[in-house]
């Protein structure tokens, strides 16, 4: 069966940062793309960021780019999302997302054979 697992999510203050967490399990965890999607109250789900099967691509939403980092341990199963300079407006649920063999359409939900349950981030101004 397999499960992620997203956990980190908290009250912050704006200006600071969290790191988000997602362990994924029932998976050849270093055969998967992995992506990080947010839904902000009253809003679709959007994508926020990829990382690939190895490691060494990544990609980011231009609202994040140079706040935020994906990275991730496969000998650990588990893939995280450094947030820094956190705004108001990134206040969402937080979701991580796995795809076998990774892809290229990675801001497509679609794609993503696997979703966390998600957590929550709220930032404070």
């Known amino acids: 069966q397999v499960q992620l697992v997203e956990s980190g999510g908290e009250l912050a203050q704006a200006g600071g940062s969290l790191r988000l967490s997602c362990a994924a399990s029932?998976?050849?965890?270093?055969?998967?793309?992995l992506g990080w999607f947010r839904q902000a109250p009253g809003k679709e789900r959007a994508f926020v960021g990829y990382i690939s099967w190895s490691g060494t691509r990544t990609y980011y939403a231009e609202s994040v780019k140079g706040r935020f980092t994906i990275s991730r341990d496969n000998a650990k199963n588990t893939v995280y999302l450094q947030m820094d300079s956190l705004k108001p407006e990134d206040t969402a649920v937080y979701y991580c997302?796995?795809?076998?063999?990774?892809?290229?359409?990675?801001?497509?939900?679609?794609?993503?054979?696997?979703w966390g349950q998600g957590t929550q981030v709220t930032v404070s101004s």
């Open positions: 029932g998976v050849t965890f270093s055969s998967f793309g």
């Open positions: 997302a796995a795809v076998l063999y990774g892809t290229i359409n990675w801001s497509r939900e679609k794609e993503y054979n696997y």
